[in-house]
Structures are given as structure tokens and as C-alpha cells.
């Protein structure tokens, strides 16, 4: 017999190499299968510039790489939701998944949720993450132009990423623990190779200290016992970017299937964790080797063997869901098939939106239910141009949207902000142009102060609708930061929810002010109600426990 919408055979619990293989093995041999990830489809993998040793693709981005596979995936009929999974939950033939838009069931599972930068421990760390202390050297690296630079670690992403923030560091100095670099030579060759690298082995970092930013940096050489401090000349700061490898991402499973010590899945050799049914790949598992190759192998093993266990289950329980609907392969949204859609980044180049955007942009469009205004503030500066081309350019592809021009160009310029058809300002505007990886955020709050808007289930809506008092967020992002969108759409979603919520965000590359108020070395930053400065990425539930 057949079932609801939200029975699966296979819900995969992560979106990088690993289980975009597993979904794409599993649709493709008609089993219907949902992949669930938190953040960006992709994994980790999404950050790395340059990848070089994927046979078969000589050269190409992380992002490019497992976007190919994401689209791949799609074609055969997988689906995506981005959400948050709560809890899982295993007894008994059909599993459930609980995430923050709804409840999924399925046969099997597959945890592939990889696994997330590692923090070292030395004394000042924390208290300085976001004011010098940074582990994306893709979305920070800019906030230390012409500043030294040290980072902290020996493997691969150390020396790769102290090669890219020689493009803004006037030097970089690689503190190494150990006597050399962990990961490949041609890696470690190109890092030591560089005029502007200086590489200290048996190196480890005691102590930062300062005021608002970093001033003192203290490191000690582990078999001298030689101890250093820095500190810059004429009191300026610097930065420590740490890249001292990862910490399985397992808090969600432990107690549910067995775990090391290190917290990493224990699988047998055939991905099979301790619970019949739930598998796991990537780099979630006990494993030699980390890298995109061996978790699209455990991806495609795993997925091979959860098809023989649903064809059981499916004829045990007489339960048969939905056959995956096979589409041509396009370039699709990340949440395709399951609701909203946007495009993953803006554009880049002369033309504003290829064929394949304009495809997704008018498929949002017409779920909209309400039209909405973009008013738009605009000074001298070439951004407002850019702005304004832009603001157009979005208009022109629907009667959903409207664009007004402000006589004058007032705070914050230039900026774009929605209102809703009578006029009303809709609480949520963007200061610089709303491109990169904030395209998917903007579009995405159109889309939820529209209607009908992003799935969210029922307890927290009431809690935001349940807001008593005026808030106000101020986002600070960089157009390159790769976990900037999830605060940003996370904010904006509450504040489609309460009239009393309202979010600015600034690209900070065109408001350097606020950069220099809030001493702001790491995006995302966020500020509630002239608060406090607080960094990272924020969930709809995180963001609203602090509001």
C-alpha cells in the first residue's frame, strides 16, 4: 500500500560528498530518498578554492564540485531540504526524523553530518573569536589587510589557507605543533615556498590577549621551551586564524548508536553502524583518510547496502513509499522538491541572471502570495548604480515586486528596503547590494515576508509571534562568507513573523564604520538592540533563545 508525502525510504542526515552520493546512488535505483542538511549543501569541502585530486575533474572549486553532485543527485529524483534535525529517532520499522519544518519518516538512514573546525584550547581563544581569533580565512581574511597573520595548525587546510591570506596579510607565520606539516608535500611545498610565509615547527600557542582586538600573542617551542611574545609595532592588532583540524559533528547521535571515544561513528565495512538500518559515511566515521574521494566511496557503499535493506522492509511491512519523479538535470535550488527555492549565489559578470537563475527566480515568484516594494536609498557612491541595476533588474522578472527610488539618500545608503504593498516598512533591509552568497538570503526574505514562506513548525512560530518587544538586528556580513546566509535568513524569517522585529544588514566592505565601532574581525557579526557585538551562525531556534 501506498503511504504519505513524508515517508522515505532513505533520509540522508547530511548534505556533503558522502551523502550526496548516497542520494544519488538510491534515486537513481528508484528508492525515494531525502537529504537533510543544517547549513549549505556541500560539506566542508565548500570552502576549499582549489581542488586538484578528484579523478576525473582537473581542477575545480569545492562549491563547484558538489553543486555537479547535488544536480546529479536531483536529476535521479533525490530531494533536499535545508533544515535543522533535532532528533532521531530508531525503534521499530519506520524511523523518524524530527527537524525544524516537520517530522520525516523513513526506513533507513544514513549519518553523514561530517564533522566541524576544532578549537585548540590556548588561553584568550574564546574570549576573542570574532575581535582576531578566526577559523574561515575565506570570510575573514580581508578584516586583516596589511596585518600580520598567524595560523595555527599543520595539516592540509593550514597550508592552503596561509597561502590565500598572504593575499591580505603583510606575513603570515604557520605555528606548527608538530615537526612539520601532516599533509601532502606539493601542499606543504607551496605554503613554504612563499616569500611572504614563515613556518615555526614544534610550535604552540600559549596565550592572546588585548583590549577589544588582539595586542599580544604568546608561543612556545615545544623542545626548546623558548618562549615568544609578539606584539605588533605602534600597538596595532593582527590575527590568528586556527585551522587545527576537526571534531566529529556526532552530539545528535550519541546515545543512539555506538561512538569512539573521539565521538567518530564505529561502522563495519560496510558502513553499518550499530543499529540495523542506520549507516554512516564520510568523515563522521573512524576512517585513515578524510578527503572528498573516500566519502563519496562510503556515500555509494552505504547507499548500496540501504537499498537491500529497504526492498526488506518495504515487503515486511507492506509500506511502499512515493517512486522518486526523475527530471532532466538543471541547476536547481538546494531546496528543490521539498517547497521555497532560490539560486545558491548571486551572479557574477556582466549578465545579471543567466537562463537557469531567471528558471528559479520565476518559480519563487509565482508561489508569492502577497506583491512587495523595494525602496531604495542611494547616495553618490558606483555601489548605489550597482544597487539600483540590481533592484531593476529583480523587478523586471516579475509583477510581484516594485521598485521606488527615495529623493533622498538618508542613513545607511545604499540600501534596499521591503515594504509591503500599502508602504509599510516590512522590517527587514540590506545596506550594499544583496549579491554572493547573500543573494539566497535576500531572495529567500522576499519570499517568507510574501507569503507563504519557509516552512517552520508550529512552537516556534508561536514563541517569535509571542515577541513583546521592539528588536532590532544589525548584521554585519561579507559577501564572501559562506556561513553569513544562515544568520541572515534566520533573522529575517522572524521578522516576517512579528512586526516589533526589524534587521539591518550591512556588507561590511562598503560600511567600514561599523567595522571600526564594533571592532569587527570576523562576520558573521550581529548586534541586538546596540547591544553587544556576537559572532557565528545562528538557527532560527539559536537566534531566538537570545533575543
Given amino acids: 500500500m501506498s503511504v504519505g508525502e513524508n515517508l522515505y525510504d532513505v533520509i540522508v542526515i547530511g548534505g556533503g560528498p558522502a551523502g550526496l552520493t548516497a542520494a544519488l546512488y538510491l534515486a537513481r535505483a ?82 553523514a553530518t561530517g564533522a566541524h573546525p576544532r578549537t585548540v584550547g590556548f588561553e584568550g581563544e574564546l574570549d576573542f573569536r570574532g575581535h582576531g581569533v578566526a577559523y574561515c580565512a575565506t570570510c575573514d581574511g580581508e578584516f586583516f589587510t596589511g596585518k600580520p597573520v598567524f595560523v595555527v595548525g599543520g595539516g ?25 606539516f601532516s ?15 614563515t613556518v615555526l615547527t614544534n610550535t604552540s600557542v600559549e596565550s592572546v590577549s588585548g583590549d577589544s582586538v588582539l595586542r599580544r600573542l604568546v608561543y612556545v617551542n615545544g623542545k626548546t621551551g623558548e618562549r615568544t611574545v609578539f606584539e605588533p609595532e605602534n600597538g596595532d592588532t593582527f590575527g590568528v586564524f586556527v585551522f587545527a583540524g576537526y ?7 550519541r546515545g543512539v548508536v555506538d561512538l569512539d571515544e573521539r565521538g567518530y561513528v564505529i561502522t563495519d565495512r560496510q558502513q553499518k553502524t550499530s543499529v540495523d538500518g542506520v549507516y554512516a559515511a564520510g568523515d563522521v566515521c573512524i576512517k585513515n583518510l578524510r578527503q572528498v574521494v573516500t566519502a563519496v566511496g562510503d556515500g555509494a557503499l552505504a ?81 548605489s548604480r550597482e ?4 533592484m531593476d533588474a529583480l523587478a523586471a522578472l516579475t509583477d510581484k515586486l516594485t521598485v521606488e527610488k527615495s529623493a533622498t539618500a538618508g542613513d545607511g545608503a545604499p540600501c534596499v528596503r521591503v515594504c509591503r504593498a500599502d508602504g509599510r ?6 545596506h550594499g547590494v544583496p549579491g554572493g552568497h547573500e543573494f539566497t538570503s535576500f531572495v529567500l526574505g522576499l519570499y517568507n515576508l510574501a ?97
Fill in 183 to 197: 599533509c601532502a608535500k606539493s601542499a606543504a611545498d607551496e605554503a613554504r615556498r612563499n616569500e611572504k610565509i
Fill in 303 to 383: 547507499a548500496t547496502e540501504l537499498e537491500k535493506y529497504c526492498a526488506a522492509m518495504q515487503k515486511k511491512t507492506g509500506l511502499k513509499p512515493e517512486v522518486p519523479h526523475r527530471r532532466a538535470a538543471a541547476h536547481r535550488p538546494a531546496d528543490s522538491g521539498r517547497g521555497e527555492s532560490a539560486p545558491a549565489t548571486a551572479p557574477q559578470g556582466d549578465g545579471l541572471f543567466s537562463a537557469d537563475m531567471v528558471q528559479q527566480l520565476d518559480a519563487l515568484f509565482a508561489k508569492m502570495e502577497s506583491p512587495l516594494i523595494l525602496r531604495l536609498s542611494l547616495d553618490e557612491r558606483p555601489v
Fill in 156 to 180: 592540509f587546510a593550514a597550508a592552503e589557507e596561509s597561502v590565500f591570506l598572504t593575499k591580505y596579510a603583510s606575513h603570515v607565520t604557520v605555528l606548527i605543533r608538530k615537526d612539520d
Fill in 451 to 547: 507569503g507563504p514562506g519557509q516552512r517552520i513548525d508550529d512552537r516556534t512560530k508561536t514563541l517569535i509571534e509571542k515577541l513583546d518587544r521592539d528588536v532590532h538586528m544589525t548584521i554585519m556580513v561579507s559577501l564572501t562568507c559562506t556561513m553569513c546566509p544562515e544568520l541572515v535568513t534566520a533573522a529575517q524569517r522572524i521578522a516576517s513573523l512579528n512586526p516589533r522585529v526589524s534587521v539591518d544588514v550591512y556588507d561590511l566592505n562598503h560600511f567600514p564604520e561599523l567595522r571600526e565601532k564594533y571592532n569587527v574581525m570576523s562576520v558573521p557579526c550581529y548586534v541586538v538592540n546596540d547591544g553587544q557585538p556576537m559572532f557565528g551562525k545562528k538557527t532560527v531556534e539559536e537566534l531566538l533563545a537570545q533575543l
Fill in 247 to 253: 571534531s566529529p559533528s556526532t552530539e545528535l547521535f
Fill in 30 to 111: 528508484c528508492y525515494r530518498v531525502l537529504v537533510v542538511e543544517k547549513e549549505k549543501f556541500g560539506g566542508q569541502i565548500t570552502i576549499t578554492s582549489e581542488v586538484v585530486n578528484y579523478p576525473g575533474v582537473e581542477r575545480a572549486s569545492g562549491a563547484d564540485l558538489t553543486d555537479r553532485m547535488r544536480r546529479q543527485a536531483e536529476s535521479f529524483g533525490a530531494e533536499f531540504l535545508l533544515a535543522e534535525v533535532t532528533a532521531v529517532e530508531v525503534d521499530g520499522d519506520v524511523r523518524r526524523v524530527v527537524t525544524s519544518r516537520g517530522v520525516f519518516e523513513c526506513f533507513g538512514l544514513l549519518v
Fill in 387 to 390: 544597487l539600483e541595476n540590481y
Fill in 425 to 430: 516598512e516590512a522590517g527587514i533591509a540590506f
